[in-house]
């Protein structure tokens, strides 16, 4: 069982900054795929960005040049930094956890609430 653990969300305003964090319990995390997705209101959840065991990332065109993904497998945490954040990245954002590069999530953390707003 793979627990995940959001936080940093918060209010921010629009081009301004936010780092997400997601710790993972377990001693799996190093071999595993982690990622964020996110659900605004009203919509379906998406994926922003994840990154595999070895660092292979892939980004959204919506925030790419603007959001960042990191993993610390030392700390089992991986990271969000966002930046630049507009009034339509207001969503929750989940944490995820996949067995490989290529699969969906098969753990999600709690979410956390990110809002661009001035």
């Known amino acids: 069982q793979v627990q995940l653990v959001e936080s940093g969300g918060g209010l921010a305003q629009p081009g301004g900054s936010l780092r997400l964090s997601c710790v993972a319990s377990?001693?799996?995390?190093?071999?595993?795929?982690m990622g964020w997705y996110r659900q605004a209101p009203g919509k379906e959840r998406e994926l922003v960005a994840r990154?595999?065991?070895?660092?292979?990332?892939k980004i959204a065109d919506s925030v790419k040049g603007r959001f960042t993904i990191s993993r610390d497998n030392a700390n089992n945490t991986v990271y969000l930094q966002m930046n630049s954040l507009k009034p339509e990245d207001t969503a929750v954002y989940y944490c995820?956890?996949?067995?490989?590069?290529?699969?969906?999530?098969?753990?999600w953390g709690q979410g956390t609430q990110v809002t661009v707003s001035s």
């Open positions: 995820s956890s996949s067995v490989n590069y290529y699969s969906s999530p098969n753990y």
């Open positions: 377990g001693n799996i995390f190093s071999g595993v795929t």
């Open positions: 990154i595999s065991s070895r660092g292979t990332t």
